[in-house]
Each structure stands twice: as C-alpha cells, then as structure tokens.
C-alpha cells in the first residue's frame, strides 16, 4: 500500500486544499511578473523625487489646433523625470507638415527632451523626404515645426537617382521644400541614361 491510501480522508482534503492554494499563489506571483515584466519603475535611493520608467513600446507625438507635427515610435524606452528626456531605441516616426506625412525616418536611438521639446535621432539615421529624396546621417536634430532640421556626420542624400551629395551637415528648412549642404561636400548629377 502506499503512502497516500494510510493517509485518512481528512487529512488528504488539508493536503490537496493546501496544494491547491499554493499552486494559485505560485500562479499569481508569475502572473504578475508576466504582465509587469515590460513596466519597470523603481525609486532611486540617491534622488526620492526622480522617477525612471523603463518601457517596450513608446509612442510620443505633439498635436496642436487638430494639427499633427510629429510622431516617435521607439521599439524600447525610458524616461528619466529628473531630465525630462526620453531615450528610445529603434525609433521610427514621422515629421508632418499640413496633417500630411513629409518626412518619414528611422534611427539606431533617438531622444526626446520633454522641456525643450527637441527631438535627436543619432546611429544609422535614414529618412525620406515626401518628394522622393533619402537622406542618411549619423544625427539628426529637430527643434520645433518652426526651426530648420539640421541633420550631420557622414550626410549622404539622393533624390530620384539623377542626384548624388555628401557633406558634414544639411540644414533641411521647416517646410521641408529645401535644404542646404555645408561643410566638406561633393555633389554629382547624373543623366538618366548614366545611371543605368
């Protein structure tokens, strides 16, 4: 005979309820650790007031007047209330001019600084213009719907297949219709029939 039969009934019943209650209770625990596993916000013991969220998935945009100006999507974030910046990882976005898309980018890292309201997006930055022309940079800054985007660091920028620049920096203006190459630059225009 084993174990389990020399056991009376009412002692079973106290071991499978007690079995049963510890199973919920381990469930539970894993449970939360599941759901809060993308949510991670802690109290630094150096600062009480400064609060860091860590983040799977942020998404930040500023919308004015029913006039959309921007939107980030960063694949992972944080955000430090200390500083007021998020940091993004993996970012994509769009900048708007007339609630309509004129640039579109994506970017290694990016930040966002809540109090200056300038967005940086620095590592492999790659952005296209809505008149078909591509720019890749190592950064890029954008400081208000009003102020030129500058963007720097190995600026390469093609339009169309018939145009090829390089420079150290560009300075895109705030509606996006022109851009200025500056510094050490190269700039090459082809013929259709040269391209192919």
Known sequence: MNWWSNLGRKKQAYIAAFATLASIMVWAFISAGVITHDFNRSQLSVDKDRQEAIINGIILTETKDEKK?????GETGSYDSNNE?????NVIGNFYKDNEVAMSFQSSKGTYNATTKVIVLYQDTFVVLDDGTTLRADRLRYAGNDKPIKASGNVKITRDNNFLATADE???SPDFESFKIKGNTTSKIFETKEMK
Request: proline residues 0%; without cysteine; hydrophobic residues 70%.
């Open 69 to 73: 100006y921007w939107e980030l999507y």
């Open 85 to 89: 910046v998020a940091m993004m990882d």
């Open 170 to 172: 560009v300075v895109i």
